[in-house]
């Protein structure tokens, strides 16, 4: 009887909030791309990559997160693998200009999209044997987990992608109970590094950010994106103009439109009040993944949870950033809401690893 009961020990409350968010974000991707000719395929594709992911999540949640520890570093040394694969047989794909798809005919996947998952894992089973974050030995093997994998990334190049893997590693590290001497000094070695950096981005990044400071010096151009998707959703005032109703959407000012500036859809159509049901269904579900890291049975299984509300906030804050001008464009697709078949599976296999860890939580939470 333990054992059924402990099969079917769900976070419903987890469960219902992404379900929730992939039906709304199916209909707004509807209404996106309601004025293509091909519309239909666009639909079908997103269910398509719900039905996997969900039954993905499921089958994950199912296996005990113990077993994903056990085989880190098989998990780590496959995702340098895909990263260093990408980079001999990847395609560039629309918006970013990343090197970063592997397609098979009709058909591609994002590897870095997986990786995520795989840095997840590996990084909090590396980072639940370290008792002292504080130590700078301890620190330094930390710091070079994820420089193979930021490296492989920036070589696509994609900038966008790099940022999230940076805040992911930065959110575990912190809760993990990293010394605010070690944050400060970052922000000055950050600062420092600045002309560095600079000169180390190609043309098109510089380009990007220098609009970013001002999309009206390019507004035909890079600033483009940008200043229509304002347009749009300032235009949606507080109730939006409806669905399938969106001036900016329906008659193509607003570009991709159904991936990169969702949002600017959301706001168009659905408003500031869409807007906040958009970004308070997103918080809930991040702060779930928090409530479920509190409750688990070990530091392996918080720093699973922590990993995953970190990478969901890295995602939530650059894509709607961008939206409003408040960030620069990166091509980074909203959680659950844009399209994107290889990011919407795997933030449900990431919901599947947080369901996982609340089976086996040390107390059953609500």
């Not at 005919?105 to 795989?118: D, L, T």
């Not at 987990?145 to 590693?169: A, K, R, S, W």
Request: charged content about 15%.
């Amino acid at each position: 009887m333990k054992e059924k009961n402990d099969f079917f020990k769900f976070d419903y409350i987890l469960i219902s909030i992404t379900i929730i968010c992939c039906i709304f974000g199916l209909i707004v991707i509807s209404s996106a791309v309601n004025s293509f000719d091909n519309s239909k395929k666009f639909i079908i594709v997103q269910s398509a990559a719900f039905a996997i992911g969900f039954v993905a999540m499921i089958f994950v949640s199912l296996i005990d997160y113990d077993v994903y520890g056990k085989y880190a570093k098989y998990i780590y040394i496959g995702s340098i693998l895909s990263l260093v694969a990408v980079l001999i047989f990847g395609t560039g794909l629309e918006s970013n200009g990343a090197k970063s798809w592997i397609r098979f005919g009709s058909f591609g996947i994002q590897p870095a999209e997986i990786v995520k998952i795989g840095f997840i894992i590996t990084f909090a089973k590396h980072l639940s044997t370290i008792k002292n974050v504080n130590k700078s030995k301890n620190l330094a093997v930390l710091v070079l987990h994820i420089i193979p994998i930021i490296g492989l990334i920036m070589l696509q190049p994609d900038f966008g992608t790099t940022m999230v893997f940076i805040c992911i590693f930065a959110g575990m590290i912190f809760v993990a109970g990293l010394s605010y001497k070690y944050i400060f000094t970052a922000f000055i070695g950050v600062g420092l590094s600045i002309p560095v950096i600079w000169n180390l981005l190609k043309p098109y990044q510089k380009d990007r950010i220098l609009v970013f400071l001002n999309p009206e010096s390019d507004p035909l151009g890079r600033g483009y994106h940008v200043i229509q998707s304002k347009i749009a959703i300032g235009s949606g005032k507080i109730f939006g103009k409806g669905l399938y109703k969106g001036t900016q959407t329906q008659f193509g000012y607003l570009p991709v439109k159904h991936t990169d500036f969702i949002f600017g859809v959301i706001g168009e159509e659905l408003g500031l009040a869409g807007c906040f049901i958009v970004i308070a269904l997103l918080f809930t579900l991040v702060v779930r993944c928090i409530y479920v890291s509190n409750s688990s049975k070990d530091k392996f299984g918080s720093y699973i949870c922590v990993g995953v509300a970190f990478m969901f906030m890295a995602h939530i804050f650059e894509n709607i950033g961008m939206c409003v001008g408040l960030m620069p464009v990166t091509g980074i697709p909203l959680p659950f809401f844009s399209y994107a078949g290889s990011s919407l599976v795997t933030n449900l296999i990431s919901i599947g690893l947080v369901l996982g860890v609340h089976k086996r939580c040390r107390r059953i939470i609500l």
